[in-house]
């Protein structure tokens, strides 16, 4: 960008647009000019592992997949050689091509700049770049992957040998205050590490992998089970230790690291290859793009912002989203980038609909009279299918089954360029089905229907083979079964895909208003979102006051008033025109669909019908109620939230204590709770600040098992150690002990624990024993999911459709999710997920219509007795009773069924069946699972 000039709603963007050196509309990304290219340099994507050329494509999947010259080119620097010029078939190359300026009016800004790996090469005590075994997280991630320097195959760069022994240095450029490193926690890679070292195993399940590290900040969404996971694996080992790494060997070239362990002292260990776990660093071009757009900047370098609004920056009409907030990870990242998208409609919502283009798809061809012609596509994914099942042999077998007319394998089926590929051959080699053999549906057959559409055939005539969940995933140490498990689930889509129907699909009007459920800070916040963007938001919150948790909390870390900051937003919120307030409400019925909901609400007020096209749930969760530690049987045992609440008021008997001791994980990370509740230590960093801030004599002490003080909470916990407060380590098999005492004549909590690294009991005598407790899932919620028909997580949390393609949907259509309903959060976190949720939901409302699946039960009413066991069953409230010319018949809503065919396999009849899934094609599918000679097997010693 060049710069820009204008005021909100009204910017004038000047950008410069590089040459490309191609001419895009005439690139085929064939490939041809990179072969030929003579110039040869390291790859900077591939982290400079492997080289590329002058002229290439910059990754597998860019988007467009197209060409370009870079700046090594002999001819752009010396006027020699135009090879790729006289090569190039399609005449893409340009060399006249200029620096173009393009000015472009737009009424607001999103800055997704992205974040920086931290260059460990500028400290030398890393020996990076120095040492040939010693590689960063980011070079490792190019080793794993299929389209890395190896093709996916772990090597060193000394030999290129398969590492047997592997060490990952944890906090490399974070967590550290020393010049040039990052004093903040980057978040992200104690569970990036836990996934690298799992994939080693995959690769070589005889790999020793070491994980060095100080705490284990698993503190996401299941990130604790995924943290149990990778330790149980054999030959996995997290030790908690501040390494060096010493020397190298000058002929194995082995690393040499040193480390202490309580148990051993300080030890020397040899690693075939070492991998630094480097921390984020804000964008390069952070400083230079502060002063291009008038943004300020925080002391880390990252986009200041404020807790109230963490996508607005100091400039009015430009927003941010993702790494350049600070260091974030992908759901992080995508729920961000919904909610500045749903900050700029509320600034734009006057231009809503008025810029855009319906997507016109080609006409449908009619192939229901022709003889199958089927397209078998089997995809690599990367390494995920390629380095497990043999595809060029699957794509063989596949060429040989019946009606299959045309077979290939691709990289990336879901890549832009593999799209095209399969639009192209459906309409060159006529192709009326199309069998994709690569992963879930779940995640990409919404895609792939969309690429059938293209090429136009009824998306139905489409088939997915999972042969990488159901297949390469599960068989990872059984190749040659795994290949032939891919032949047969190839085959068995065949078969199925050879009886496949065109189906229609369902217009649904869309009622443009919205049901939030909770008033708290995320759902009061959604709410308005929603209203400043044009639409009426029911908001309904079962206490008689709005504010939820946050009534119980009066300051965060970063010193935000909260309830200065609650009282505005409940203001704004009963001010707003089209909000309307429900509160000491109670839902006693929920029903319909997306775009079409009625819900049911009684309160003060009476009974409403509420119609609405969408719902969120934002019903929070609760403090967990301790058993443990005398809470309940001692006033002087407290809850974190109930030590601000006395803070606040002033309670003199905490204010003035001789000795405050914390102890957490309280109710969580168990095996009853089998999560980290991820907000209690910034909550007890936070309260200890507080309590030394009155009385700076207090002796606090915090006794934790990993201190999760993530992102900025870490400059903190580092300023709470700082002012003396004690941080004391206990391991889960010795907890703390907790009784009262009486010393001295005065009553006092005595805590025991056991501190592994001076190896004794320590004693702490203390006035008050605060405990931070689980968070834990509102009591409401399993009520809440039955009525909206959601699910919810083993934890009991909601559970959203995908933690990283969807993390603020449910799988229920036109449903919604933020705040501590789908798990613990800081308030700037809830308020990031309530923008992001009303960013989805104004997707919705802003239509006029939805498409329904076809993919429906329907009834035969020849066959229906009216038992009504299929009505019994159906969840969605999908299927009734009416009045027919045969007499009372079941029928089906296509509307309101999902699709997931209980009703079918209850009738007795078999008067229901499924659309899409009909008797035919399942049998077909049950046929073909056995190959025909086992098949006669079967059937002569039946006989």
């Given at each position: 960008?060049?710069?820009?000039?204008?005021?909100?709603?009204?910017?004038?963007?000047?950008?410069?647009?590089?040459?490309?050196?191609?001419?895009?509309?005439?690139?085929?990304?064939?490939?041809?000019?990179?072969?030929?290219?003579?110039?040869?340099?390291?790859?900077?994507?591939?982290?400079?592992?492997?080289?590329?050329?002058?002229?290439?494509?910059?990754?597998?999947?860019?988007?467009?997949?197209?060409?370009?010259?870079?700046?090594?080119?002999?001819?752009?620097?010396?006027?020699?050689?135009?090879?790729?010029?006289?090569?190039?078939?399609?005449?893409?190359?340009?060399f006249?091509?200029k620096?173009?300026?393009?000015?472009?009016?737009?009424g607001?800004?999103?800055?997704?700049?992205?974040?920086?790996p931290?260059?460990?090469?500028?400290?030398?005590?890393?020996h990076?770049?120095?040492?040939?075994?010693?590689?960063?997280?980011?070079?490792?991630?190019?080793?794993?992957?299929?389209?890395?320097?190896?093709?996916?195959?772990?090597?060193?760069?000394?030999?290129?040998?398969?590492?047997?022994?592997?060490?990952?240095i944890s906090?490399?450029?974070?967590?550290?205050?020393?010049?040039?490193?990052?004093?903040?926690?980057?978040?992200?890679?104690?569970?990036?590490?836990?996934?690298?070292?799992?994939?080693t195993?995959?690769?070589?399940?005889?790999?020793?992998?070491?994980?060095?590290?100080?705490?284990?900040?698993?503190?996401?969404?299941?990130?604790?089970?995924?943290?149990?996971?990778?330790?149980?694996?054999?030959?996995?080992?997290?030790?908690?230790?501040?390494?060096?790494?010493?020397?190298?060997?000058?002929?194995?070239?082995?690393?040499?690291?040193?480390?202490?362990?309580?148990?051993?002292?300080?030890?020397?260990?040899?690693?075939?290859?070492?991998?630094?776990?480097?921390?984020?660093?804000?964008?390069?071009?952070?400083?230079?793009?502060?002063?291009?757009?008038?943004?300020?900047?925080?002391?880390?370098?990252?986009?200041?912002?404020?807790?109230?609004?963490?996508?607005?920056?100091?400039?009015?009409?430009?927003?941010?989203?993702?790494?350049?907030?600070?260091?974030?990870?992908?759901?992080?990242?995508?729920?961000?980038?919904?909610?500045?998208?749903?900050?700029?409609?509320?600034?734009?919502?006057?231009?809503?609909?008025?810029?855009?283009?319906?997507?016109?798809?080609?006409?449908?061809?009619?192939?229901?009279?022709?003889?199958?012609?089927?397209?078998?596509?089997?995809?690599?994914?990367?390494?995920?299918?390629?380095?497990?099942?043999?595809?060029?042999?699957?794509?063989?077998?596949?060429?040989s089954?019946?009606?299959?007319?045309?077979?290939?394998?691709?990289?990336?089926?879901?890549?832009?360029?593999?799209?095209?590929?399969?639009?192209?051959?459906?309409?060159?080699?006529?192709?009326?089905?199309?069998v994709?053999?690569?992963?879930?549906?779940?995640?990409?057959?919404?895609?792939?229907?969309?690429?059938?559409?293209?090429?136009?055939?009824?998306q139905y005539?489409?088939?997915?083979?999972?042969?990488r969940?159901?297949?390469?995933?599960?068989?990872?140490?059984?190749?040659?079964?795994?290949?032939?498990?891919?032949?047969?689930?190839?085959?068995?889509?065949?078969?199925?895909?050879?009886?496949?129907?065109?189906?229609?699909?369902?217009?649904?009007?869309?009622?443009?208003?919205?049901?939030?459920?909770?008033?708290?800070?995320?759902?009061?916040?959604?709410?308005?979102?929603?209203?400043?963007?044009?639409?009426?938001?029911?908001?309904?919150?079962?206490?008689?006051?709005?504010?939820?948790?946050?009534?119980?909390?009066?300051?965060?870390?970063?010193?935000?008033?909260?309830?200065?900051?609650?009282?505005?937003?409940?203001?704004?919120?009963?001010?707003?025109?089209?909000?309307?307030?429900?509160?000491?409400?109670?839902?006693?019925?929920?029903?319909?669909?997306?775009?079409?909901?009625?819900?049911?609400?009684?309160?003060?007020?009476?009974?409403?019908?509420?119609?609405?096209?969408?719902?969120?749930?934002?019903?929070?969760?609760?403090?967990?109620?301790?058993?443990?530690?005398?809470?309940?049987?001692?006033?002087?045992?407290?809850?974190?939230?109930?030590?601000?609440?006395?803070?606040?008021?002033?309670?003199?008997?905490?204010?003035?204590?001789?000795?405050?001791?914390?102890?957490?994980?309280?109710?969580?990370?168990?095996?009853?709770?089998?999560?980290?509740?991820?907000?209690?230590?910034?909550?007890?960093?936070?309260?200890?600040?507080?309590?030394?801030?009155?009385?700076?004599?207090?002796?606090?002490?915090i006794?934790?098992?990993?201190?999760?003080?993530?992102?900025?909470?870490?400059?903190?916990?580092?300023?709470?150690?700082?002012?003396?407060?004690?941080?004391?380590?206990?391991?889960?098999?010795d907890?703390?002990?907790?009784?009262?005492?009486?010393?001295?004549?005065?009553?006092?909590?005595?805590?025991?624990?056991?501190?592994?690294?001076?190896?004794?009991?320590?004693?702490?005598?203390?006035?008050?024993?605060?405990?931070?407790?689980?968070?834990?899932?509102?009591?409401?919620?399993?009520?809440?999911?039955?009525?909206?028909?959601?699910?919810?997580?083993?934890?009991?949390?909601?559970?959203?459709?995908?933690?990283?393609?969807?993390?603020?949907?449910f799988?229920?259509?036109?449903?919604?999710?933020?705040?501590?309903?789908?798990?613990?959060?800081?308030?700037?976190?809830?308020?990031?997920?309530?923008?992001?949720?009303?960013?989805?939901?104004?997707?919705?409302?802003?239509?006029?219509?939805?498409?329904?699946?076809?993919?429906?039960?329907?009834?035969?009413?020849?066959?229906?007795?009216?038992c009504?066991?299929?009505?019994?069953?159906?969840?969605?409230?999908?299927?009734?009773?009416?009045?027919?010319?045969?007499?009372?018949?079941?029928?089906?809503?296509?509307?309101?069924?999902?699709?997931?065919?209980?009703?079918?396999?209850?009738?007795?009849?078999s008067?229901?069946?499924?659309?899409?899934?009909?008797?035919?094609?399942?049998?077909?599918?049950?046929?073909?699972?056995?190959?025909?000679?086992?098949?006669?097997?079967?059937?002569d010693?039946?006989?």
């Amino acid at each position: 960008m060049d710069s820009i000039v204008g005021e909100a709603g009204d910017f004038t963007v000047t950008l410069i647009k590089k040459p490309r050196y191609i001419i895009e509309d005439k690139c085929t990304g064939c490939g041809t000019c990179t072969e030929y290219c003579p110039v040869q340099y390291p790859d900077r994507f591939n982290q400079d592992i492997s080289y590329s050329k002058a002229v290439h494509v910059y990754f597998s999947q860019a988007f467009p997949l197209v060409a370009y010259i870079d700046e090594s080119c002999l001819y752009l620097k010396e006027k020699k050689c135009t090879l790729c010029e006289r090569v190039c078939q399609a005449g893409a190359i340009d060399f006249g091509q200029k620096p173009q300026k393009v000015e472009i009016n737009v009424g607001a800004v999103i800055l997704a700049t992205g974040l920086e790996p931290y260059d460990p090469g500028a400290n030398p005590e890393y020996h990076y770049g120095e040492f040939a075994n010693v590689v960063t997280s980011m070079d490792f991630e190019r080793l794993l992957s299929a389209t890395g320097a190896y093709g996916g195959e772990i090597l060193r760069a000394s030999d290129l040998k398969h590492p047997h022994k592997i060490a990952w240095i944890s906090c490399v450029g974070s967590r550290r205050v020393t010049e040039g490193e990052n004093s903040y926690c980057s978040g992200v890679c104690c569970t990036y590490n836990q996934k690298q070292v799992i994939l080693t195993k995959e690769h070589d399940a005889t790999a020793e992998c070491t994980i060095f590290h100080n705490d284990i900040r698993s503190f996401g969404k299941d990130f604790e089970r995924f943290y149990q996971r990778t330790a149980d694996l054999p030959g996995v080992r997290f030790i908690r230790s501040y390494v060096s790494i010493v020397r190298e060997d000058p002929v194995t070239k082995n690393v040499t690291i040193r480390y202490s362990t309580p148990d051993e002292g300080v030890k020397e260990e040899d690693f075939e290859m070492v991998v630094l776990s480097v921390g984020l660093n804000p964008p390069e071009e952070a400083k230079a793009m502060a002063g291009k757009f008038g943004i300020d900047l925080n002391a880390h370098g990252f986009c200041l912002t404020d807790s109230t609004n963490p996508m607005e920056t100091s400039q009015a009409g430009i927003f941010v989203s993702g790494g350049f907030l600070g260091p974030a990870d992908i759901p992080d990242s995508v729920l961000t980038a919904s909610a500045a998208g749903s900050q700029c409609g509320e600034l734009l919502n006057y231009r809503r609909g008025k810029l855009s283009t319906a997507r016109v798809y080609p006409p449908e061809r009619d192939v229901s009279g022709e003889e199958p012609r089927i397209g078998v596509f089997v995809c690599h994914c990367g390494a995920n299918i390629g380095r497990i099942v043999n595809v060029p042999e699957a794509v063989e077998y596949a060429q040989s089954l019946p009606n299959v007319v045309y077979a290939q394998e691709q990289l990336f089926s879901c890549a832009t360029n593999s799209s095209r590929e399969i639009t192209d051959m459906i309409r060159e080699k006529g192709l009326n089905r199309v069998v994709v053999a690569a992963c879930s549906p779940r995640t990409l057959e919404p895609l792939f229907r969309d690429t059938v559409r293209e090429g136009g055939l009824n998306q139905y005539y489409y088939e997915m083979a999972n042969i990488r969940e159901h297949n390469s995933w599960v068989h990872a140490k059984e190749k040659e079964d795994a290949t032939q498990k891919a032949k047969d689930l190839i085959r068995m889509s065949v078969a199925r895909a050879r009886s496949l129907e065109p189906l229609p699909e369902y217009d649904l009007p869309v009622d443009n208003a919205a049901l939030v459920v909770g008033g708290g800070i995320a759902g009061m916040t959604c709410a308005l979102s929603i209203a400043d963007q044009g639409h009426e938001v029911y908001l309904v919150e079962k206490e008689k006051e709005l504010g939820g948790t946050a009534r119980r909390i009066h300051y965060t870390l970063e010193g935000m008033d909260v309830q200065a900051y609650l009282n505005d937003l409940i203001g704004k919120v009963y001010r707003h025109p089209l909000v309307h307030v429900y509160t000491g409400a109670t839902i006693t019925e929920a029903g319909g669909y997306i775009g079409n909901f009625v819900t049911r609400v009684k309160s003060g007020r009476g009974t409403a019908e509420i119609r609405h096209g969408a719902t969120v749930i934002a019903i929070g969760a609760e403090e967990y109620k301790p058993t443990e530690y005398l809470y309940g049987q001692d006033e002087r045992v407290m809850t974190q939230l109930e030590l601000e609440e006395r803070i606040a008021k002033g309670d003199e008997k905490v204010l003035n204590a001789g000795g405050v001791v914390m102890i957490q994980c309280v109710g969580c990370r168990n095996e009853e709770r089998n999560y980290c509740s991820k907000i209690c230590c910034s909550h007890a960093v936070k309260n200890a600040l507080k309590l030394k801030e009155k009385n700076p004599e207090m002796d606090v002490s915090i006794l934790f098992r990993d201190m999760r003080t993530y992102g900025y909470a870490e400059d903190y916990y580092r300023e709470a150690s700082e002012k003396d407060v004690k941080f004391i380590r206990f391991e889960p098999e010795d907890a703390p002990q907790v009784e009262a005492v009486v010393e001295e004549g005065k009553p006092v909590l005595r805590v025991t624990v056991a501190d592994p690294i001076l190896g004794q009991r320590l004693a702490l005598d203390a006035d008050c024993l605060v405990l931070s407790a689980a968070t834990i899932p509102s009591a409401a919620t399993p009520d809440v999911a039955s009525l909206f028909k959601v699910t919810l997580n083993p934890d009991g949390f909601f559970k959203e459709a995908h933690v990283k393609l969807r993390p603020v949907e449910f799988g229920t259509d036109g449903v919604y999710l933020c705040g501590m309903a789908q798990y613990p959060k800081h308030i700037p976190e809830t308020i990031s997920q309530a923008y992001g949720a009303a960013g989805r939901v104004l997707t919705l409302l802003s239509r006029d219509i939805v498409t329904a699946s076809g993919a429906v039960a329907r009834v035969d009413e020849e066959k229906c007795v009216s038992c009504g066991a299929c009505i019994t069953v159906c969840s969605y409230g999908a299927i009734d009773f009416y009045e027919s010319p045969r007499g009372r018949r079941a029928r089906v809503n296509p509307v309101l069924c999902k699709g997931d065919g209980v009703c079918n396999t209850v009738c007795p009849t078999s008067a229901v069946s499924l659309k899409h899934f009909t008797d035919e094609e399942i049998l077909n599918q049950v046929e073909a699972a056995v190959q025909e000679e086992e098949l006669l097997q079967l059937i002569d010693s039946a006989v």
